[in-house]
C-alpha cells in the first residue's frame, strides 16, 4: 500500500510541472534569470561564476530584458610574513575582476577587488588546501561585491 502511494505521489508531482531546484543535466538552468554568466577561464573562474550565479539567483533590481554578465578575474598569492627558517606563516589571496553587465538599453562596467589572508599550515599538503580555501573564499567575496555594485548602479538608473 505505502509503495503505491509512493508512485502515486511522484506521478502527481511530476503532472504539475514540479522541478527540482538543484536540477543537474539538461534540465539545469545556468543563467541567473534573466542574466547569463558566461565561462570565466580557471578554477578561480569557474567558483567565481559558481558564486555569482548563486547572488544573481534573484536577479537585479531594473534589469526586465536579457542580460549577460562578462568577467575577467585575476588572482595573486602574496606571502606576508615569514618564519625564521624563511617559511612563509601568513600569505594572501587578491582576487582582482574587472566586469561589463550588456543588456538591450545599455551596458554597465566596473572593476571590483577582494583579499583573503590566511595562516600557512607546515605542511606542503596544507599549504596548498589552504590557499584553495583562501581563493574561494575570495571569489565568493568578489562575487558578492560585483552583485552589489550593481545593484547599486542599477537602482540609481
Same mark, same amino acid.
Given at each position: @500500500?505505502? !509503495? ?17 531546484? $538543484?536540477?543537474?543535466? *539538461?534540465?539545469? /538552468? !545556468? ?14 573562474? !569557474? @567558483? ?13 533590481? /531594473? ?25 612563509? *606563516?601568513?600569505? *594572501? ?5 574587472? !566586469? ?6 545599455? *551596458? ?16 606542503? $599538503? ?12 575570495? @571569489? ?18
Amino acid at each position: @500500500m505505502k !509503495y503505491l502511494l509512493a508512485i502515486l505521489a511522484f506521478a502527481l508531482i511530476s503532472g504539475c510541472g514540479f522541478r527540482p531546484v $538543484y536540477a543537474t543535466g *539538461s534540465n539545469a /538552468n !545556468y543563467a541567473s534569470g534573466m542574466i547569463t554568466v558566461p565561462p570565466i577561464a580557471g578554477r578561480s573562474g !569557474y @567558483m567565481l561564476r559558481r558564486a555569482l550565479q548563486e547572488e544573481l539567483a534573484i536577479g537585479l533590481p /531594473n534589469v526586465t530584458e536579457p542580460a549577460t554578465l562578462r568577467v575577467e578575474v585575476d588572482e595573486n598569492l602574496t606571502r606576508l610574513t615569514f618564519k625564521p627558517d624563511g617559511a612563509a *606563516s601568513r600569505s *594572501s589571496v587578491v582576487a582582482n575582476a574587472r !566586469y561589463t553587465l550588456s543588456r538591450e538599453s545599455g *551596458s554597465l562596467s566596473g572593476r571590483s577587488s577582494s583579499e583573503v589572508n590566511f595562516a600557512v599550515p607546515d605542511s606542503p $599538503y596544507g599549504d596548498i588546501s589552504a590557499q584553495k580555501g583562501a581563493s574561494d573564499r575570495a @571569489m565568493r567575496l568578489l562575487a558578492k561585491r560585483i552583485v552589489d555594485d550593481l545593484r547599486l548602479e542599477l537602482v540609481e538608473d
